[in-house]
């Protein structure tokens, strides 16, 4: 479902407060009052930090009314965003854009690849996969980060390793990482997957999405089994002002999540 052009934003309140790395932190929402129409994983809300401005947001997870936003702390309204705490009230809009389509990967191994906070919006397909393990095939979640500090919901990610197969590299790693090193392609070949017949999901930088994607397709991997979830500058999330365009889409109305096939040409030229 996506939210209607005009509607205006919803009051929600902050009800606590995460810590996740020096400069990201999860806020969870409440409505005040009535409740956005339900979220679907890779969806986005626009956040509207009073008497600052909104930005889009994904959704990092979803309980019942409840949003969780994960917030990095780039920029004026997300210094605001970021800093909220429990108490606040900010303005929703939404849902917006599409989401990944969990149900078309039925029966085949999942591989999850997220760089930096391109887990956060990941993080509630990886959850809907493991709360239904009988439908899918062997899952895998490989996470890349620029620092150990920067690594998003550790203890979670840490018991998603019971039921997944969870590999973790880091950039450049500080006297107490024992970990992998190096980007998050290199964690390919120790993943259980068949990538012939696997379903992939995809979110991170931009140059990490496409060799990612290359390197699967390279391993036999389906375009069209490979979603992408793709950034640009939005305002208005309902495809009316263009700032979000790339090529003939307009990410907040014609995605985020694309396949492959549709955003491979489009990432490979520059302008774009």
Partial sequence: MTAPAAAPPRSYRVI???PEAPDTATIVLEPVRSALPPFAPGQFAMVYAFGVGDI???????DGDRLTHTVRNVGAISAALHGLEAGATVGVRGPFGT????????GRDLLVVAGGIG???LR????????A????GRPNVLIGSRTPRDLLYVPETRAWGR???VLVTVDRPDDRWNGEVGVVTTLLDRADFDPTTAAAFICGPEPMIRATAAELVHRGTDPDRIAVSLERTMHCAIGHCGHCQLGPLLLCRDGPVVTWTAARALLLVREL
């Fill in 16 to 18: 606590a407060r995460v």
């Fill in 124 to 131: 509630p397909l990886v959850r809907a996969a493991l709360a």
């Fill in 56 to 62: 889009p947001l994904s959704v990092s997870g979803i």
């Fill in 119 to 121: 887990l956060a919006p």
């Fill in 163 to 165: 039921s997944a197969r």
């Fill in 99 to 106: 989401g990944w389509e969990l149900p078309s990967a039925a």
């Fill in 133 to 136: 393990p009988p439908e899918y």
